[in-house]
């Protein structure tokens, strides 16, 4: 599926042009401490980023990747 990609800001449109999908991968390791509390960090990215992005002020990106990194704790009961 390709969508279109655009983003307002007060009046500026970011046009991202055709969103297609592309191919991420995922890395994370977790650890159980004291039998109760777990903690578990994650990130995600993508192996190809788009190009040539031109922003409203007439600058331009050369690659614009996606990434996020997650950071879990949580206590068992």
């Known amino acids: 599926m390709v969508n279109s990609c655009k983003q307002k800001q007060e009046g500026d449109r970011l046009d991202f042009g055709r969103v297609r999908p592309t191919l991420s991968y995922s890395a994370g390791v977790g650890a159980t401490l004291l039998k109760h509390l777990t903690i ?4 995600n ?9 031109v922003l409203p002020d007439g600058s331009q990106l050369d690659k614009l990747r996606t990434y996020n990194v997650a950071l879990n704790v949580g206590y068992l009961f």
């Open 45 to 53: 990215g993508q192996f190809k980023g788009k190009s040539n992005v």
């Open 40 to 43: 578990d960090l994650r990130y």
